[in-house]
Nanobody
Framework: QVQLVESGGGLVQPGGSLRLSCAASGSIETIYALGWYRQAPGKQRELVATIRSGDNTDYTDSVKGRFTIFTISRDYAKHTVSLQMNNLKPEDTAVYYC?????????WGPGTQVTVSS
């Protein structure tokens, strides 16, 4: 089983930057993909970015060129996926959830709020 905890959300002005991080622990050797979804009020959850084995990445069109997903493996027991968000826009406001896919399930973090407002 994989446990996920996000950090780094908050309030930022339009054009600003934030970095979200998600620490994975537990059976991290089984993970083959990590990523981020977001859900704005009244909207469906949207896939934002994915990173797979070999550092293959995908982004939804609205964040291409502004967001970057990357991973850091600190040791055998911990694995972090981060989302660097630049040039943030009000429409990026949402709760951001990280996920980790293992052979059995998609594991989810509890979410972190990102608010882009002046």
């Amino acid at each position: 089983q994989v446990q996920l905890v996000e950090s780094g959300g908050g309030l930022v002005q339009p054009g600003g930057s934030l970095r979200l991080s998600c620490a994975a622990s537990g059976s991290i050797e089984t993970i083959y993909a990590l990523g981020w979804y977001r859900q704005a009020p009244g909207k469906q959850r949207e896939l934002v970015a994915t990173i797979r084995s070999g550092d293959n990445t995908d982004y939804t069109d609205s964040v291409k060129g502004r967001f970057t997903i990357f991973t850091i493996s600190r040791d055998y027991a911990k694995h972090t996926v981060s989302l660097q968000m630049n040039n943030l826009k009000p429409e990026d406001t949402a709760v951001y959830y990280c996920y980790a896919d293992d052979a059995i399930v998609r594991n989810w973090g509890p979410g972190t709020q990102v608010t882009v407002s002046s």
